[in-house]
């Protein structure tokens, strides 16, 4: 087999792996749940939207974060006050800046489905909560897919929910 060379499908992260990931990037403890119910975009206040794809564009993952999980990990990393991400979830809005943070926090994201021997992925697109879904990516947000649902906790912030697919 040569380097590069893709034999395995695009594995579905570990609630572990999702857990240490965020704490590694913000700097603080995150509990995580498992088991929960899958994350909506449709539904009030709805959720930022990660797409994945592999090197000929291929949809391979998504993750799909509920607004206040991203504007609590928005914060968290860039060390902006809590109650700035609390005020954002009461106003049911996500800032520019919360987004564009989280949206970062979606591109490192990519290291979650990266491994050897399996399609390279990278962050393609990021969906604003209610924004619009192309009907390619809609179809796949609530399907029966491998799947992990989970609830984060982010110490000094706060809890949502976030899915991770891979389709």
């Not at 009030?44 to 794809?53: F, I, L, S, T």
Request: glycine content about 8%; some cysteine.
């Amino acid at each position: 087999m040569s380097a590069g060379e893709v034999t395995r499908p695009t594995p579905l992260p570990a609630a572990l792996e999702v857990r240490e990931l965020l704490e590694g990037l913000l700097g603080r403890d995150v509990e995580g749940t498992v088991g929960t119910p899958v994350v909506d975009p449709h539904k009030d206040p709805g959720a930022v939207v990660g797409v994945y794809v592999d090197d000929l564009l291929k949809l391979r993952a998504i993750v799909v974060m509920e607004m206040p999980l991203a504007a609590y990990t928005g914060a968290a990393i860039a060390l902006i006050p809590a109650r700035t991400a609390q005020d954002s979830v009461e106003a049911g809005l996500i800032s520019p800046m919360l987004f564009d943070n989280t949206t970062e926090i979606l591109n490192v994201g990519a290291s979650l489905f990266n491994h050897d021997g399996c399609p390279h992925l990278r962050l393609y697109e990021t969906y604003a909560p209610r924004e619009t879904l192309p009907a390619d990516i809609d179809k796949w947000v609530l399907a029966y897919v491998q799947r992990l649902d989970m609830e984060l906790d982010v110490t000094g912030y706060g809890k949502g929910n976030i899915s991770v697919l891979v389709v």
